[in-house]
């Protein structure tokens, strides 16, 4: 039976009953994140894919992909209207099917799992995506039980995988409806609508939404007895968020960037929570003097301690902090962190999500308490567009080295405390042109380079699902999100335009070549802790500058070296997807002599492995370098 109630939640009983949590890791900066989105992931019913155990599995009913299968789900323009339909609902990937892939990620070498939210929806809104909480303390059907997640986070842990869940603290889903009565507004149909948009001042609600989503419930605590169709699929669970002050009821958002409007106001549809109350100082100059923590908040808390007790998890990736007052994001990041400490998780990990560039991220990180930020808008961009020739790598390599405008003493601060990535599930930096890496400007032959930036430079790398198998994430060229969120298992809404393929192969290209990254990454400290620096380069050994664009694009060699201790190792990718490019690069001058041997760790050019370059005495000390075309090397 579901818990209805945080005080129904037996904490003290849950821990007892579990015995040893998995511990937390030493060093976050050792790991390699996997963002999966469960709907579009696995539904377990793939057909000739290795299991968890290593064993080919054949009885399966979805066939694997391959090149003549692309396009087959859009023949016809009925077929592509309902291809593209298929990918705004659920199409069937659940935990168990998450489960079965365990295997799949242990030989791609990922060591932690970010897993898309999995808490009860609002049925009737098709919220696939997990974003539209109706109830804190139930898993979704449509993604499996709650012994389900158990199920899985155990099998990651055997595998020694650790698992992130995505949670939401800054909103429910959409469980109320408004009565707006201040703005007549024309759709784009011409049709006139109310618009409850926000101007500061409360809305009157209609009700909380029954379970086909009308706004029939009275906006108060539900009497299930008088209202039992309303019991767990209707108004929002559990009881104690039904308290009309757990919402601030301002409207939606139409100005992110404006305070309060974008702290107090909706997020679209998904109805804004109350954390709290800022206290302003008596100087009257709006300076925050105090917070005061609602029971909002406190419930939240509990929620969520209940999911880490339950389930073993190691860490939160915390949507749209931006979104949240820093003293409410303040207050949780403690409570869950003494929480964990309690039941032997020492480091458990809070990823907070906060759009609007780096210094509001970073300074929010500062003064909250969460661990680490995600590297969305710039960071995003410079690493894709460096690798594709559009961006001066000083663009993307000064993101960590000018630490001081950031206010930290070192650029080695950045190793753990952002998490760094090309694609994702919402690339709000791309506005209408929403695609994946390999989607535009010849991303499919640059995907190694790309991997490789990602995986050799600082922070804690994070793959999106599907990228190991190069997925474009094209279909509509209407920016919408669906196209980026392709199904990995098939279905009715497969990547590369399919249905009924299913993509779970370990002998492509992508992850092959990310597989064994990813051991070397584990394998050499400097890859994941090391300093590091972007190396000038020479064509005739005599002059010597950084890479950079000439006409707008950039075709080179670009090195950069990781130095941890006195090991560096020099990486390099190249930007050109059609020829192999060689370089004098720059090293060390004080680690190495004239003569030494730089030998090749890792090339996508497997006979290039194990090669040997000599050091000379060019530019300080300095080796000629050549990377494969579209490709990514190491030296040591």
């Known amino acids: 039976m579901p818990i209805t109630s945080i005080s129904d939640i037996q904490i003290h009983k849950i821990i007892s009953d579990h015995g040893d949590y998995f511990p937390s890791p030493m060093h976050w900066e050792d790991e390699t994140l996997y963002f999966l989105l469960v709907d579009r992931f696995s539904d377990g019913n793939e057909n000739n894919f290795v299991d968890n155990s290593g064993n080919a599995v054949t009885t399966g009913t979805t066939a694997r992909f391959t090149a003549t299968d692309s396009g087959n789900a859009i023949q016809t323009d009925a077929d592509a209207a309902t291809w593209r339909n298929a990918g705004t609902v659920f199409v069937g990937g659940n935990l168990k099917g998450a489960c079965s892939k365990i295997g799949y990620l242990k030989r791609l070498g990922v060591t932690a799992i970010w897993l898309s939210p999995i808490l009860k929806q609002v049925t009737v809104d098709n919220t696939y995506h997990g974003y539209g909480i109706q109830n804190f303390l139930d898993v979704d059907p449509a993604f499996g039980t709650a012994a389900d997640l158990q199920q899985l986070v155990a099998t990651a842990h055997a595998s020694g995988i650790r698992v992130i869940l995505d949670i939401i603290l800054n909103h429910t889903g959409q469980v109320f409806l408004y009565n707006p009565n201040r703005y007549d507004t024309l759709d784009n149909n011409g049709n006139h609508f109310l618009d409850a948009r926000w101007d500061g001042n409360p809305y009157a609600v209609a009700g909380f939404r029954d379970k086909t989503g009308a706004a029939t419930l009275p906006f108060t605590t539900v009497n299930t007895g008088g209202n039992p169709a309303a019991f767990l699929d209707a108004a929002v669970w559990p009881a104690e968020f039904q308290d009309p002050t757990n919402f601030t009821q301002r409207g939606h958002i139409s100005n992110f960037d404006y305070f309060p409007e974008f702290l107090d106001g909706d997020f679209f549809t998904l109805k804004d929570l109350h954390h709290g109350d800022r206290v302003l100082d008596s100087s009257g100059n709006d300076q925050i003097d105090a917070y005061i923590v609602a029971p909002t908040l406190k419930n939240l808390c509990q929620a969520y301690q209940y999911w880490i007790a339950f389930a073993d998890l190691d860490g939160f990736r915390i949507d749209t902090v931006k979104h949240m007052d820093p003293g409410a994001t303040r207050f949780f990041a403690g409570v869950i962190h003494e929480f964990a ?17 780096r210094d509001r991220a970073y300074n929010t990180q500062e003064i909250t308490g969460v661990d680490c930020v995600l590297g969305i808008d710039d960071v995003q961009d410079k690493l894709e567009f460096l690798t594709k020739g559009f961006r001066n790598p000083s663009d993307y390599f000064d993101l960590f080295r000018n630490s001081l405008l950031v206010q930290k003493d070192s650029h080695v601060w950045f190793r753990d405390k952002i998490v760094t990535m090309t694609d994702d599930h919402d690339q709000v930096r791309k506005g209408s042109n929403k695609a994946r890496f390999c989607a535009t400007d010849r991303g499919a032959d640059l995907l190694i380079a790309m991997l490789g930036l990602n995986i050799a430079t600082m922070g804690i790398p994070c793959v999106y699902y599907g990228t190991e198998q190069a997925f474009d994430g094209q279909g509509g060229g209407d920016g919408s999100d669906r196209y980026i969120r392709e199904s990995m298992f098939g279905g009715a809404f497969g990547a590369f335009r399919t249905k009924n393929r299913h993509f779970f192969d370990e002998g492509t290209t992508g992850y092959q070549e990310l597989s064994k990254l990813l051991q070397l990454r584990l394998k050499q400290p400097a890859l994941r802790r090391g300093r590091q620096f972007l190396r000038e380069i020479s064509g005739d050994g005599t002059n010597f500058g950084l890479p950079q664009m000439i006409n707008g694009v950039v075709r080179s060699v670009v090195p950069w070296s990781r130095i941890f201790v006195d090991q560096e190792l020099v990486c390099a990718i190249n930007t050109d997807p ?3 490019r060689t370089a ?20 996508n050019d497997a006979a290039q492995i194990g090669s040997k370059q000599s050091v000379e005495a060019r530019n300080g000390k300095a080796a000629q370098i050549t ?10």
């Open 584 to 603: 004098w690069v720059t090293i060390d001058d004080s680690l190495h002599s004239a003569g030494d041997q730089l030998t090749c760790l890792y090339s």
């Open 578 to 580: 059609d020829n192999a």
């Open 341 to 357: 400490e309690s039941i032997g998780k020492d480091n458990f990990y809070l990823i907070a999500e906060i759009t609007g560039g």
């Open 627 to 636: 990377v494969p075309k579209g490709g990514f090397v190491v030296f040591k």
